[in-house]
């Protein structure tokens, strides 16, 4: 095999999406969609819109994931592009350790309707640990996030970020009505979250 079939072959796989056999259930609280959409938007409706970011946390007992908390880092952002400062990221470790929260994942937007990971979305997670979501929002988030089908549900395994298939997600994850936390460690002197 040539080398462009060789990386044709590598990306139609990459893109495979896939279906776990596994016994994982996400509990996601329906105020967490809420202020993730909310934040993605307040990226998205800027004077040149920008990609934004949320990270996910909550809490696991064996199969048994709720999602239940929202944290906004820092980030230096772009129309195309959406970076975590490593402060922030100290300061969203400190963040869970303070309030007894796991890392769940995390959630950003694309400025079109492609929700698959870019090889800088892969490359630049600030976290790549089995099991670990990345959800990426269409649009900006400007048409939201559901039904979670429309974004492109990640989940880091076997050393990647794997897409996982619709009816993985329509089985496996659930909203709930239950509280939720927010936490917003963006920079307040930044001029774009300045009202």
């Known amino acids: 095999m040539?080398?462009?079939?060789?990386l044709s072959f590598f990306w139609k796989k990459r893109k495979l999406r896939i279906s776990p056999?596994?016994?994982?259930?996400?509990?996601?609280?329906?105020?967490?969609?809420?202020k993730t959409e909310e934040i993605l938007l307040?990226?998205?409706?800027?004077?040149?819109?920008?990609?934004?970011?949320?990270?996910?946390?909550?809490?696991?007992n064996g199969d048994d994931v709720f999602i239940n908390t929202v944290v906004a880092p820092d980030t230096i952002s772009t129309e195309g592009s959406v970076e975590v400062s490593k402060e922030s990221i100290f300061f969203y470790i400190k963040t869970l350790s303070?309030?007894?929260i796991v890392h769940i994942g995390q959630v950003h937007s694309h400025p079109s309707s492609w929700v698959d990971h870019s090889s800088g979305d892969d490359e630049w997670a600030s976290?790549?640990?089995e099991g670990l979501v990345s959800i990426v929002v269409?649009?900006?988030?400007?048409?939201?996030?559901l039904?979670?089908?429309?974004?492109?549900?990640?989940?880091?395994?076997?050393?990647?970020?794997?897409r996982l298939s619709n009816s993985y997600i329509s089985k496996r994850f659930n909203l709930v009505d239950e509280e939720f936390k927010f936490f917003d460690l963006r920079n307040k002197n930044d001029e774009r979250w300045k009202k």
């Open 147 to 162: 039904p979670l089908k429309t974004c492109g549900v990640h989940r880091y395994t076997f050393g990647m970020f794997r």
């Open 138 to 145: 269409p649009e900006y988030g400007l048409n939201g996030m």
């Open 42 to 60: 307040q990226y998205g409706t800027l004077k040149n819109p920008n990609e934004g970011f949320v990270y996910w946390g909550g809490t696991q």
């Open 127 to 129: 976290f790549k640990n």
């Open 21 to 34: 056999n596994d016994g994982l259930r996400y509990s996601v609280s329906q105020g967490v969609i809420n």
């Open 2 to 6: 040539n080398v462009s079939g060789w």
């Open 98 to 100: 303070d309030n007894n």
